[in-house]
């Protein structure tokens, strides 16, 4: 019989730590393969919380208690994986275009990615286009996410994608930008590959593009 990892889901999504740990300890005890717990359990119940948090029906707290749950349970898969598969989905550059410093939604996407099974390097808020271009050479990421809240800021990223394509590497990464202005319009507009509305729907876009 196949193992199911609904229970373990429900246990991340409930945020319950304890819980996560025991069960994730039960599955490796059976035989169950770490990847296995960790993609049919741990990250769905993420994602469902993530779906949730999208829908209003819970919050910010809910969700950091959840990404506590669920880092507990991969700090026990560790052991078992073999280099590099607990963040085996990819490498995300993340950071809020130049002259806008809003980063509490470019935080929780920070986060969800983080849960979701990303490695994440944050350049923070007001970030120029030179120091993404400089950041996406020195760390090589399959994504670049850009994040402007205000619509006077958001004109910004075309300019940072023709930073990208001046440099030379615009063909090395691919862009998904979000934040409250944009668009998926605007992203097919200014040639961006990928558009996330949310901080749920940017683990799903993430996925895509490094699967794509």
């Given amino acids: 019989m196949a193992w199911d990892g609904s229970a373990l889901s429900d246990a991340v999504q409930?945020?319950?730590?304890?819980?996560?740990?025991?069960?994730?300890?039960?599955?490796?005890?059976?035989?169950?393969?770490?990847?296995?717990?960790?993609?049919?359990?741990?990250?769905?119940?993420?994602?469902?919380?993530?779906?949730l948090f999208t829908n209003g029906e819970v919050f910010l707290p809910e969700v950091l208690i959840s990404c506590r749950a669920m880092d507990r349970g991969v700090e026990e898969l560790k052991p078992y994986l073999s280099a590099g598969?607990?963040?085996?989905?990819?490498?995300?550059?993340?950071?809020?275009?130049?002259?806008?410093?809003?980063?509490?939604?470019?935080?929780?996407?920070?986060?969800?990615?983080?849960?979701?099974?990303?490695?994440?390097?944050?350049?923070?808020?007001?970030?120029?286009?030179?120091?993404?271009?400089t950041a996406v050479k020195e760390h090589s990421p399959q994504v670049l996410a850009l994040s402007a809240l205000l619509t006077i800021t958001m004109t910004n990223m075309p300019e940072i994608l023709k930073a990208l394509e001046q440099a030379g590497i615009r063909g090395d990464v691919r862009v998904m930008i979000g934040g409250a202005p944009v668009t998926r319009e605007y992203a097919d507009e200014i040639g961006a590959e990928g558009f996330a509305e949310d901080c749920a729907s940017a683990v799903l876009e993430a996925e895509r593009l490094v699967a794509g």
């Fill in 14 to 51: 409930g945020g319950d730590d304890q819980a996560t740990v025991q069960m994730v300890k039960d599955a490796l005890a059976e035989g169950v393969p770490a990847l296995d717990i960790l993609d049919g359990a741990l990250v769905p119940g993420i994602q469902r919380l993530g779906e």
């Fill in 85 to 133: 598969e607990s963040h085996k989905k990819g490498k995300v550059l993340l950071g809020t275009v130049e002259g806008d410093l809003h980063d509490i939604g470019k935080n929780i996407v920070r986060l969800m990615l983080e849960c979701g099974g990303f490695e994440v390097i944050d350049l923070g808020v007001d970030v120029p286009a030179s120091d993404f271009v």
